[in-house]
């Protein structure tokens, strides 16, 4: 069965072709940035596992000096695939740059590792009063008991362990 030359669908000869071939090169173009953004990630990550075992390691080693620390630093690094471009310990703090190549991505990341802060004094705020807090915002003085601390009420209300034998 052939088409008549001016009938319907005669200038749609050949379209199909175009669209799939224009579909497929759009959707090519598609896998080809998710491949080039999953590499930059995957380059993010190793750079920053990279740089945060750096820093645990220079920080371990501390104490026995900058050099040492950052060679040991160094060596780390390069088990994880990177480099050490900056290495910087002050005290017992390390700071560690590292970059890691992955294709032609080659992020650096920042990492600082140290002892943790003391934790800040258990102070706690002055809180009002039962009866001054009424009166600010009912007007009224309640006749109240104080609150016993909570603690107390559970002290005969749980079992004890046992003790440790030793």
Request: hydrophobic share 45%; charged share 20%.
């Amino acid at each position: 069965m052939r088409r008549k030359r001016g009938g319907p669908g005669a200038g749609d000869r050949g379209l199909a072709t175009v669209w799939v071939a224009v579909t497929a090169a759009t959707l090519c173009a598609v896998f080809a940035m998710v491949l080039a953004l999953g590499q930059a990630v995957s380059a993010r990550h190793r750079a920053g596992g990279a740089a945060d075992l750096a820093a645990l390691a220079a920080a371990d080693r501390a104490l026995r000096g900058a050099e040492v620390a950052c060679g040991v630093a160094g060596e780390v690094a390069v088990a994880q695939g990177a480099e050490i471009v900056r290495c910087v310990v002050q005290g017992e703090i390390a700071d560690v740059t590292a970059r890691a190549r992955f294709g032609p991505y080659t992020p650096e990341v920042r990492s600082r590792a140290g002892p943790p802060e003391a934790p800040p004094s258990p102070v706690r705020p002055a809180a009002p009063s039962y009866a001054e807090e009424s009166v600010h915002t009912h007007g009224l003085i309640p006749q109240r008991l104080p609150a016993a601390d909570p603690r107390s009420a559970l002290q005969g209300a749980l079992p004890r362990a046992p003790a440790a034998p030793f």
